[in-house]
């Protein structure tokens, strides 16, 4: 038996894994992030922040600052960032490895997941039918210019629809959004903004054209409305980023009490609810000191 190569191995650089491992690193812990699409690459295509202390109002700014906090703590000798994709992660009496595509296996006396979640695409929702579509570009990503002066369906009413269009104030953009009705309760944020129109669906199924998109939108009421758009952007919702190894429940997320013991979950990847980026650093921290306590034998 070897001992293994790090103290804490953390899967995913979001706001999650990047306060799990600053904190590691101020404990002193040696501390390895596997990061598959770059430090924050989610935050820095949220335009417009307003629910995280510090000032912080945009995600691009919040994602330098921890890219260089983790820089930080790498010239300090005590963080290695690593390129790759984890793809399992593996609880044993004495240690926890993680796996990576290319093969390559990481061990460490715990494991932090905090590989967030994924965008839902039409072929994850039950109300969508868009078989010949591929994949349908997602809002949250989409640029305000080449937005402008299309005929637009935003499919679902999720929350990104508010930040985008809080993002881009004085972009000269029509959205139809079509909505199911377990989005109801997010619509309100939006319906003031007249460059929205709401519109509540039962389904809806979409079919790529020489024009663009035909849409076949059916309402609660019985009745279907057909139309013609040149974009159509996904705002669905997310799935979480689970992967194997970890205990899932029956929502397809991962519930920290549930896991292996030396197996920690952070941030998004723990529910549905609370998805927020000052829950996901507090989640990080505490996903740091639990090993550190126990190693230490304090109660913690
Ligand atoms: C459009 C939009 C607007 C938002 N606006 C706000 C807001 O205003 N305020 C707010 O508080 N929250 C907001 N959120 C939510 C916020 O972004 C999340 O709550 C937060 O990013 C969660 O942090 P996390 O670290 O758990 O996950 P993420 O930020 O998703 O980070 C997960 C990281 O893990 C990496 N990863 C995933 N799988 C693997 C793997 N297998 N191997 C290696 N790396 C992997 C990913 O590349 C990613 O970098 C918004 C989200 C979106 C999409």
């Not at 349908?136 to 990503?141: D, E, G, I, K």
């Not at 024009?211 to 669905?236: C, E, K, Q, S, Y």
């Not at 197996?263 to 996903?287: E, F, H, P, T, Y």
Request: glycine residues 10%.
């Amino acid at each position: 038996m070897t001992a293994p190569d790090s103290d804490l191995l953390i899967i995913g650089a979001g706001p999650a894994g990047v306060a799990a491992a600053v904190m590691a690193s101020s404990l002193r812990m040696a501390t390895v992030v596997v990061e598959a699409e770059g430090v924050a690459s989610k935050l820095r295509s949220i335009g417009a922040l307003e629910n995280v202390p510090g000032g912080w109002s945009s995600g691009l700014a919040l994602a330098e600052a921890l890219q260089a906090d983790l820089d930080r703590h790498q010239e300090l000798g005590r963080v290695e960032v690593v390129s790759g994709r984890a793809v399992r992660v593996v609880g044993r009496d004495d240690r926890a490895e993680v796996v990576l595509e290319d093969g390559r296996v990481l061990a460490a006396s715990a494991v932090v997941a905090a590989t967030g979640v994924s965008t839902l695409e039409a072929a994850d929702v039950a109300w969508v039918e868009a078989p010949e579509c591929g994949r349908l570009a997602p809002l949250w990503r989409a640029a305000a210019g080449e937005l402008e002066g299309r005929r637009i369906v935003v499919l679902g009413a999720d929350r990104p629809l508010g930040t985008w269009l809080r993002a881009h104030p004085d972009a000269k953009v029509r959205f139809d959004v079509l909505f199911p009705e377990g989005d109801r309760y997010k619509t309100e944020e939006v319906d003031a903004d007249l460059r929205v129109r709401l519109d509540l669906v039962e389904r809806v199924t979409v079919a790529r054209i020489p024009a663009g998109f035909r849409i076949t939108a059916w309402h609660p009421a019985g009745g279907a409305h057909n139309f013609v758009v040149d974009t159509v952007l996904t705002n669905m919702g997310s799935k979480p980023a689970a992967l194997p190894g970890l205990v899932v429940g029956a929502d397809g997320y991962c519930p920290p009490k549930e896991q292996h013991p030396r197996v920690l979950v952070a941030g998004d990847l723990k529910g549905a609810r609370m998805q927020r980026i000052a829950v996901a650093m507090g989640d990080g921290s505490r996903a740091a000191l639990a090993p550190y306590y126990q190693a230490q034998a304090v109660p913690g």
